[in-house]
């Protein structure tokens, strides 16, 4: 799914005309603000952006392909497998390419949302622990709604890379620094806090 979602939007990118046509037909008629966006090489959250803007096009896009109004390369049928076409048919290839995209914008967009929390002025180094527990809380409610798409082998896997992730910056770092800021941080002793009210 992944090599599929870069190549679509490089393509997009990369060509005038597809990516005008496709502006035209998704932006004025269906009332999305943007088309779809690039991947951007240093920031992370940007991945999850550019799969959120294919979601919303997907309609109008697997409509343009099927119609011939927007052809791929020749590559783009040799380009892994499924193929790219098949990504926009009604196919089992297409169906299992909008429930990845789904699934991992599902988890990608919980890390995002913290990483633009994190790039506010207004953020102290307690908010990294803070906005941590809210992916892992966030993560572990989306994995119990039996709806959300994920088998077992998946959410194992998943599980395993966040709490990786979370050790390596939390609790295997030379400093207990975010915890630390966390347990300092008053406004973590008000009565309003999540904190407090889950330890009363």
Not at 40 to 68: D, Y
Not at 82 to 103: M, R, T, V
Not at 146 to 169: D, L, P
Request: net charge negative; hydrophobic share 40%.
């Amino acid at each position: 799914m992944i090599s599929q979602l870069c190549f679509l939007v490089t393509y997009f990118h990369k060509s005038t005309q597809a990516y005008d046509t496709l502006e035209e037909c998704v932006r004025l008629p269906k009332g999305i603000t943007r088309g779809i966006e690039g991947i951007g090489k240093t920031h992370f959250a940007t991945i999850c952006a550019a799969a959120i803007s294919v979601q919303h096009c997907l309609p109008t896009l697997r409509e343009l392909v099927n119609i011939g109004i927007i052809k791929f390369p020749g590559k783009a049928h040799d380009f892994h497998n499924p193929s790219i076409i098949s990504s926009f048919s009604g196919s089992h290839c297409g169906l299992n390419f909008e429930l990845g995209l789904a699934c991992f914008i599902d988890i990608q967009g919980q890390i995002a949302k913290a990483i633009v929390c994190l790039e506010s002025t207004q953020t102290n180094v307690a908010d990294v622990y803070k906005y941590w527990l809210a992916i892992c809380g966030c993560i572990k409610q989306l994995f119990e709604d039996s709806s959300s798409g994920f088998n077992v082998e998946e959410m194992g896997q998943i599980y395993a890379i966040i709490n990786s992730c979370f050790r390596e910056q939390l609790k295997d770092g030379p400093a207990d620094c975010y915890l630390a800021a966390l347990c300092l941080d008053p406004r973590m002793f008000t009565h309003s806090s999540p904190l407090m009210s889950a330890c009363s």
